[in-house]
C-alpha cells in the first residue's frame, strides 16, 4: 500500500515558460488541384452497405440455427437426465423391493412360529380340559384355565403376527408394482431421448449450412470492410509524413518545443507529488500528471487555434478532406473487381497519390499556417488548478472504494456476530437437554454415555463463550474503525487542497487496515473452531443414542438432545456461509489497502 505523507514545504509558483513566435512562412508558387479532378461521390456505399446487409442476414440465420442446436441441446439434456433419474429410480426400487421381500420372509417365519406355539398351547389347554372333565378337582379345574390363558394369549400373538406378515406381503406387491412402472416409463424415456438426438442432428446440420453461407458473406464485407478500416490508418500515416516533410523543409511552424508532460512533472514535485518518493500515492500522482496534460494540451489547442503542431494539421486535413479521400479510396476499390473479391488493395494506387499530392498537402499546409497563434501565458496555473481538483476527486474515489468495502465486511461480520449469538444459545439448549438427560438417567443403564454426553455439552459451552467474547471485542474494534473511516469520508468531501484530501485519505486507509486485520482474525478463530464444533455436536449425538439404546425410558430426552444439536448444526451451516461471505467481502477490501 501507498501512504503519502505532506511535506512541509511552500508551495511553489508553477514554472514560466518561455515561447519563441516562428513567423509564418508563406505558401508560394505551387498549383494546388480541385477536387473535381477525382471521383469523390459516395457512391460506393450503396454497394459497401449491400455487403453488410447480406452479411447481417447470414449472421442472423446461423444465430438462429444455433439458437436451435442450443433448445435441442438443452431438450436432449433434459431428456438424458430424466433417463439417468428413472434409472436412479429403478435402482432404488430394486434395491426397495429386494428389503421388502426379505421383511416378507422374515414376517411369514415369525408368524409360522407363533401359530406353531399358539397350536401347541391350544393342545395343552385341551388336555388339561378333559382331564378337568374326566376328574373336576380344583386343581385340574385352575390348571385347564390357565392353559386357556396361555393359549389365548398365543393366539393374539399368532395373530398379530399374521397381521404383520400380512402387511408386508402387501407392501412386496406394492415393490413390484413400482419395478413394473418404472421399467415401462424408463423404456419410453429412451425412445424419447433417441428422438432428440435425431433433432440435434438435423439441427447442427443446418447450423453447418448457415455457418458456410456466413463464411462467404463474411469474406465479401470484410475484404471491403478492411479497406474502409484502413483508411484512417493511411490516411493519418500520410498527413504525419506530410507534417514532418513540410517542417523539416521549413514550411510550417514548430510549436513542439512545448511539452506539457514536463511542465507537469515539475509542478507535481514543487507541490510535494514526487514520483521517486516511495511515500507518494501513484494513483493521486498519475491524477495529478493526466488531468494537468490534459487540460495544458487543451489549453493549447484553444487558443493557439489550429497551429499547435502534427496533431493539429492533422484534425485540419481530416475535417477538410478524410471524406472525399475516403470516397476517392472506396470508388477505386469497387471499379476493379479483383479487389473486391480477392481483398487485396494497393495503397500506393495513382488516384490516391495523386489526390494527396495534388489537392491536400498544400492547402492543409497553407490552412495550417494561417492559424497559427500565441500562447496563453497562464496556462500553466490553470492547469494547476484543473489538476488539484481532479486529484481531490481521485482521493475521494479512493476513499469512496475503501468505505465501500469496508461497509460490506461491516455488514458481513454484523450477521456473523448474530450468527455466533444464536449458536450460543444453540449450545445453551444442548447444555440443558443433556444436562435433563443426565439427570434422568440417573443411576440406570445410560448413565455412563448420559454423563459423557452432558460433559462434552458444557465443555462446548464453555469454550463457544470464551470465543464468542474475544470475537466480540475484535467486531466493537472493527466497528469503530469502521466509523472512523465513515468521518474521513466526510473530510473528503469538504477537501479544497491537496493537503485535506491526503489527511483524510491516510485516516480512512489506517482504519480500513484495522477492520481488514479484525475481519481476518475473525474468519480465522471461526474457522479454527469449526471443526472442534462439529465434533463435539457428533459425540454428543452419538453418547446420547447410546444412552438411550442403553435405557429406552430415556428416548424422550434422548430426542430433545437430537433436536437441539440438528438445530445448532443448521445455526452453524448459516454460521460458515456467513463466514464465507465475510472472507469474501475482507478479500475485496485487501487490494484497495
Not at 257 to 277: C, S
Not at 280 to 288: G, H, K, Q, R
Not at 474 to 479: I, K
Not at 542 to 562: E, K, R
Request: proline share 1%; charged share 20%.
Amino acid at each position: 500500500m501507498n501512504k503519502f505523507k505532506l511535506k512541509n514545504r511552500p508551495m511553489l509558483l508553477i514554472l514560466a515558460v518561455l515561447f519563441t513566435m516562428i513567423a509564418t512562412v508563406a505558401i508560394s508558387g505551387s498549383v494546388m488541384a480541385a477536387d473535381t479532378t477525382y471521383d469523390t461521390s459516395n457512391k460506393w456505399n450503396s454497394t459497401y452497405e449491400d455487403l453488410e446487409n447480406n452479411l447481417t442476414i447470414a449472421e442472423k440465420d446461423s444465430t438462429k440455427a444455433n439458437e436451435t442446436v442450443q433448445k435441442e441441446n438443452k431438450t436432449l439434456a433434459d431428456k438424458d437426465k430424466n433417463v439417468q433419474t428413472l434409472e436412479k429410480k429403478q435402482a432404488n426400487a430394486l434395491s426397495d423391493q429386494k428389503k421388502v421381500l426379505n421383511t416378507r420372509t422374515a414376517k411369514y417365519n415369525a408368524y409360522k412360529k407363533a401359530f406353531t406355539k399358539y397350536k401347541s398351547a391350544y393342545n395343552k389347554y385341551v388336555t388339561a380340559l378333559k382331564k378337568y372333565k374326566a376328574k373336576p378337582t380344583k386343581t385340574n379345574k385352575n390348571k385347564a384355565l390357565k392353559a386357556k390363558k396361555t393359549a389365548k394369549t398365543y393366539k393374539n400373538k399368532a395373530r398379530s403376527a399374521k397381521n404383520e406378515y400380512n402387511n408386508a406381503r402387501y407392501n412386496y406387491e406394492s415393490s413390484k408394482r413400482s419395478v413394473t412402472q418404472l421399467n415401462t416409463e424408463l423404456s419410453s424415456a429412451i425412445d424419447l431421448l433417441n428422438y432428440y438426438q435425431n433433432r440435434l442432428t438435423k439441427a447442427e446440420y443446418a447450423l453447418g449450412d448457415a455457418l458456410w453461407k456466413e463464411s462467404l458473406a463474411n469474406r465479401s464485407y470484410n475484404n471491403a470492410k478492411s479497406v474502409v478500416d484502413g483508411i484512417l490508418g493511411n490516411f493519418t500515416e500520410s498527413i504525419y509524413d506530410i507534417y514532418n516533410t513540410e517542417l523539416f523543409n521549413g514550411n510550417i511552424n514548430d510549436v513542439n518545443a512545448i511539452d506539457p508532460q514536463t511542465i507537469a512533472e515539475n509542478v507535481a514535485i514543487a507541490l510535494g507529488l514526487d514520483p521517486n518518493d516511495p511515500n507518494t500515492n501513484t494513483d493521486l500522482y498519475n491524477a495529478f500528471i493526466d488531468s494537468f496534460v490534459s487540460n495544458f494540451t487543451k489549453i493549447l489547442a484553444e487558443e493557439n487555434s489550429t497551429n499547435m503542431g502534427n496533431d493539429t494539421f492533422f484534425k485540419i486535413a481530416s475535417d477538410t478532406y478524410l471524406t472525399n479521400y475516403t470516397n476517392v479510396v472506396m470508388n477505386s476499390y469497387f471499379a476493379d473487381s479483383d479487389y473486391a473479391n480477392s481483398g487485396y488493395f494497393e495503397w500506393d494506387n495513382t488516384a490516391i497519390t495523386d489526390y494527396i499530392t495534388d489537392v491536400i498537402t498544400g492547402n492543409v499546409t497553407e490552412a495550417y499556417n494561417k492559424g497559427y497563434g500565441a500562447f496563453v501565458n497562464d496556462a500553466t496555473n490553470r492547469s494547476n488548478a484543473s489538476a488539484t481538483n481532479a486529484t481531490i476527486a481521485k482521493g475521494q474515489e479512493l476513499i469512496d472504494a475503501l468505505l465501500d468495502a469496508v461497509n460490506n465486511v461491516k455488514g458481513n461480520a454484523s450477521i456473523v456476530m448474530t450468527g455466533l449469538g444464536t449458536l450460543l444459545t444453540n449450545f445453551e439448549a444442548i447444555y440443558n437437554a443433556t444436562d435433563a438427560l443426565a439427570t434422568a438417567a440417573g443411576t440406570g443403564s445410560g448413565q455412563s454415555n448420559a454423563i459423557s454426553a452432558n460433559d462434552t455439552a458444557n465443555q462446548l459451552l464453555d469454550e463457544a463463550t470464551t470465543t464468542a467474547v474475544d470475537v466480540n471485542a475484535g467486531y466493537d474494534s472493527l466497528n469503530a474503525a469502521a466509523d472512523n473511516v465513515t468521518g474521513a469520508k466526510s473530510l473528503a468531501d469538504s477537501a479544497t487542497t491537496i493537503a485535506d484530501i491526503l489527511a483524510s485519505y491516510n485516516q480512512a486507509l489506517s482504519n480500513a487496515t484495522i477492520v481488514h486485520d479484525e475481519a481476518e482474525r475473525a474468519v480465522d478463530a471461526a474457522n479454527r473452531y469449526h471443526t472442534p464444533v462439529e465434533t463435539a455436536l457428533t459425540d454428543i449425538s452419538t453418547d446420547a443414542g447410546s444412552a438411550g439404546t442403553s435405557d429406552s425410558t430415556l428416548s424422550g430426552n434422548v430426542t430433545a438432545v437430537t433436536n437441539a444439536v440438528i438445530t445448532a448444526s443448521e445455526t452453524g451451516v448459516d454460521i460458515e456461509t456467513a463466514i464465507g461471505n465475510l472472507d469474501d467481502a475482507n478479500n475485496i477490501l485487501d487490494p484497495l489497502l
